[in-house]
């Protein structure tokens, strides 16, 4: 099923849009607090048509991502009981209970992870709040978490370049439907650990 290829074409040319930047910086705030579109959806194309920028836009999704985390947090800290109907009717509930329980074990290093995994790392912003975890160390642990995941991505797409962006034309279906599959299998082992 060839799903993958027609979005990749149009993904491409709106990742060459003038105001691309500004849609990147508000998907990497929203997606940090409460919205389901990882950053780094437009991160790697908007790298791959202007691979010259890559750094800006990876500097860009860290700094509106952290940023996004903090308002995560003030929403856990100040207003859990309003946003919680909404983590059971999306089907969070499970993930933000194990969150729970990650912060109990390891503290810090639970934001740092969830910052540099696919794992939804609104559930952890939240839950840091909830914890009324130090804002500082918690700042510090997404600011190198977000960090290195998005600079990971940044540098990986500007390394491959025009060659990259054509042999993607090819292997993009395979690719999507294999992520798909990644992410999922990684949500199945994140809620029952």
Same mark, same amino acid.
């Given at each position: ?14 990742a ?9 910086a508000? @998907?990497? =705030?929203t ?6 579109? %990882? %950053?780094?959806?437009?991160?790697? /194309?908007?790298?791959?048509?202007? %691979?010259e ?12 991502? &952290?940023?996004g ?5 003030v929403i856990?800290?100040f207003?859990f009981? *309003?946003v ?22 390891? +503290?810090?290093?639970?934001v740092?992870?969830?910052? =540099?995994? /696919?794992? /939804?790392?609104k559930?952890?912003?939240?839950a ?8 500082? %160390?918690? &700042?510090?642990?997404?600011? @190198? +978490?977000?960090?290195?995941?998005? =600079?990971? @991505?940044? +540098?990986?797409?500007?390394?491959? +370049? /025009?060659?990259?962006?054509s ?11 294999a992520? *798909? ?8 082992? =994140?809620?029952? *650990?």
């Amino acid at each position: 099923m060839r799903l993958f290829s027609g979005l990749y074409a149009r993904v491409m040319i709106w990742a060459r849009h003038k105001y691309a930047s500004y849609w990147l910086a508000l @998907v990497s =705030f929203t997606e940090s607090s409460f919205f389901l579109v %990882p %950053p780094d959806i437009m991160l790697a /194309p908007m790298t791959l048509a202007r %691979p010259e920028r890559a750094w800006f836009y990876a500097g860009l999704t860290t700094i509106a991502s &952290v940023l996004g985390g903090l308002l995560g947090y003030v929403i856990g800290l100040f207003a859990f009981d *309003v946003v919680q109907p909404w983590l059971i009717s999306f089907g969070y509930m499970n993930a933000y209970l194990h969150a729970a329980e990650w912060f109990q074990r390891w +503290g810090i290093w639970a934001v740092f992870l969830a910052g =540099f995994t /696919p794992i /939804p790392f609104k559930i952890f912003t939240i839950a840091a709040g909830v914890a009324n975890m130090a804002l500082l %160390p918690f &700042v510090i642990a997404a600011f @190198v +978490g977000r960090g290195m995941r998005f =600079f990971l @991505v940044a +540098g990986l797409m500007r390394w491959g +370049g /025009p060659e990259l962006e054509s042999s993607l034309h090819i292997w993009i279906d395979r690719l999507g439907w294999a992520t *798909v599959l990644a992410l999922t299998i990684g949500y199945l082992i =994140f809620i029952s *650990v």
